[in-house]
């Protein structure tokens, strides 16, 4: 299921148009480094209405084999992050870290549920 060399892609969204248009999307691609290692970068864009956040960064992925389909995980990021409200922009630095579990339908295919902070 993991080992040097396998790509994941990540893609993970939310809308909601109750009072106002909220969105969030990200696209994330990375690599195995080795069986446990995964590097890779992803972009996203969030906001309400016109206003909006882009970010672009770089994450790492520590994966803890279980001998099952279930592979919990620890990983952490650096994002660049732009915020355009109109007529203000702001430029920054985040960090941030994660934890999580991936199911695997099938070897080569999973899902997984995660918790971040930045």
Same mark, same amino acid.
């Given at each position: 299921?993991?080992?040097?060399?396998?790509? #994941?892609? *990540? %893609?993970? *969204?939310? $809308? @909601?148009?109750? @009072?106002?248009? =909220? /969105?969030?999307?990200? %696209?994330?691609?990375?690599? $195995?480094?080795?069986?446990?290692?995964?590097?890779? $970068?992803?972009? &996203?864009?969030?906001? =309400?209405?016109?206003?909006?956040? =882009?970010?672009?960064?770089?994450?790492?992925? /520590?994966?803890?084999?279980?001998?099952?389909?279930?592979?919990?995980?620890? +990983? &952490? &990021? =650096?994002? /660049?992050?732009? %915020?355009?409200? +109109? @007529?203000?922009?702001?430029? +920054?630095? #985040?960090?941030?870290?994660? $934890?999580?579990?991936?199911?695997? %339908?099938?070897?080569?295919?999973?899902?997984?549920?995660?918790?971040? +902070?930045?």
């Amino acid at each position: 299921m993991i080992a040097a060399g396998v790509q #994941e892609i *990540g %893609l993970s *969204g939310s $809308f @909601d148009w109750t @009072d106002d248009t =909220v /969105y969030n999307t990200n %696209l994330s691609y990375g690599w $195995f480094l080795n069986d446990c290692w995964l590097f890779g $970068f992803k972009v &996203g864009v969030s906001g =309400v209405n016109s206003d909006a956040n =882009v970010t672009a960064g770089l994450f790492t992925e /520590y994966n803890i084999h279980t001998g099952t389909k279930w592979v919990p995980f620890v +990983g &952490g &990021g =650096v994002n /660049y992050k732009r %915020l355009d409200t +109109g @007529d203000d922009s702001a430029d +920054g630095i #985040e960090t941030g870290l994660e $934890f999580g579990v991936k199911y695997f %339908l099938r070897a080569n295919m999973a899902i997984s549920a995660s918790m971040t +902070g930045a």
